[in-house]
């Protein structure tokens, strides 16, 4: 009989103590509830103006503030190691943005993996990258997924190489070994 009365106690005592668990796992404080609207979450913009302040090379330019801008779509001969036709591509995009206000237009992915800005860059209505690629200072070089204007450059490109423009000056047409510069 001892241990019947003893049994009903222990399970009255569980129980009390599981009804104190779950009243504390429930806030007595009622949820705070605002009828203040939530903001959208904040996205960085996909076009802005800027002053470029220095030409770097053919395709990286400085903006205002100190931000480093890497031209999508297009590569030009590298300064460092003075590749042929680097100078000439500094040249051309150094009359057409140093120290005017550039339209820069952001793609996909806004940064490469050096930190750069990465845009399509606009003066005075001239699309600069496709620009640098028609005079054959720039060839086509498009990264997933940063490929907006792909086909455009794959054209103007085609167009620079059959005309021998830039870079392409020294390629023989037709030439089935003569992919890039």
């Given at each position: 009989m001892l241990r019947r009365r003893t049994a009903k106690w222990s399970l009255a005592l569980l129980a009390l103590?599981?009804?104190?668990?779950?009243?504390r796992q429930s806030s007595?404080?009622?949820?705070?509830?605002?009828t203040a609207p939530v903001p959208p979450p904040i996205k960085p913009p996909t076009e802005f103006t800027a002053l470029c302040t220095r030409v770097i090379d053919g395709d990286t330019i400085v903006i205002d503030g100190g931000e480093r801008v890497r031209y999508i779509g297009m590569d030009t001969?590298?300064?460092?190691g003075d590749e042929p036709g680097a100078e000439a591509a500094t040249e051309a995009n150094r009359e057409l943005?140093?120290?005017?206000?550039?339209?820069?237009?952001?793609?996909v992915e806004h940064r490469d993996q050096y930190g750069r800005l990465l845009a399509y860059v606009y003066v005075d209505g001239v699309f600069v990258n496709a620009d640098l690629v028609r005079q054959g200072l720039a060839q086509i070089a498009t990264y997933p997924p940063?490929?907006?204007?792909?086909?455009?450059?794959?054209?103007?490109?085609?167009?620079?190489?059959e005309a021998r423009r830039g870079i392409w000056a020294e390629i023989t047409p037709g030439d089935p070994d003569a992919q890039s510069p």
């Open positions: 103590l599981a009804a104190f668990i779950a009243g007595p404080i009622p949820p705070h509830h605002s001969p590298e300064t460092e943005v140093e120290g005017r206000t550039v339209r820069l237009v952001l793609d940063n490929v907006r204007h792909e086909a455009e450059f794959l054209r103007l490109q085609q167009e620079a190489r």
